[in-house]
């Protein structure tokens, strides 16, 4: 089974950036399909950017489109999330996800604990 950690949180003033890290333990990062998704005090988790296992397909929701990238490096068993432009309204804990699919789903299987991104106006 796979276990995902995730870095790179922190307090951000608006218009900053941020890259997010997940690393994953275990030899078989390469065959999940990883996404982003958070969740803002008050409000139900969102989903954020997926990518396909090989990174050759990226999904965005349209509040990421065009300032979130992700990425990833299965030689590293890493995914990022690189936030640009950031707003108070990004605000919220970060958590990466995936699923040994070629696909991911609205609920995924693995799960990392969370970051937390403050961005202060």
């Known amino acids: 089974q796979v276990q995902l950690v995730e870095s790179g949180g922190g307090l951000v003033q608006a218009g900053g950036s941020l890259r997010l890290s997940c690393a994953a333990s275990g030899r078989t990062f390469s065959s999940y399909t990883m996404g982003w998704f958070r969740q803002a005090p008050g409000k139900e988790r969102e989903f954020v950017a997926s990518?396909?296992?090989?990174?050759?397909?990226?999904v965005y929701s349209d509040s990421a489109k065009g300032r979130f990238t992700i990425s990833r490096d299965n030689a590293k068993n890493t995914v990022y999330l690189t936030m640009n432009s950031l707003e108070p309204e990004d605000t919220a804990v970060y958590y990466c996800a995936g699923d040994q699919l070629s696909f991911l789903t609205a609920a995924p299987r693995i799960w990392g604990q969370g970051t937390q991104v403050t961005v202060s106006a």
């Open positions: 990518i396909t296992r090989s990174g050759g397909t990226t």
